[in-house]
């Protein structure tokens, strides 16, 4: 009668030392993949059509234009005139 074992081969972990030989190898496959993977996500975002569109608007607050709202057209007159009038010697 043979007896099998059913155990599976403990894990070792990662041996860098077996791994590095492997990937130094195949170099110019991974930097390929790289670049084309790159280029592709460039063209997927500069074609495709934004989500969202944002626009903003500026109020510049104009002291001047904020006096003459406040003070009526024809005081406005007056005082205009009181200021553009010559002055007296």
């Not at 626009?55 to 510049?60: D, F, K, N």
């Not at 005081?75 to 553009?84: D, F």
Request: proline fraction near 9%; glycine fraction near 2%; aromatic fraction near 6%.
């Amino acid at each position: 009668m043979s007896t099998r074992s059913n155990q599976l081969p403990k894990d070792e972990g990662l041996d860098i030392s077996k791994l590095l030989p492997k990937i130094i190898r195949k170099w110019p496959l991974i930097l390929l993949s790289v670049i084309v993977c790159l280029g592709l996500a460039y063209l997927y975002l500069r074609y495709t059509t934004p989500m969202f569109r944002i626009s903003a608007r500026v109020l510049v607050n104009d002291e001047k234009r904020e006096v003459a709202r406040l003070v009526p057209q024809p005081m406005l007159l007056v005082i205009l005139a009181a200021c553009l009038a010559p002055k007296a010697p």
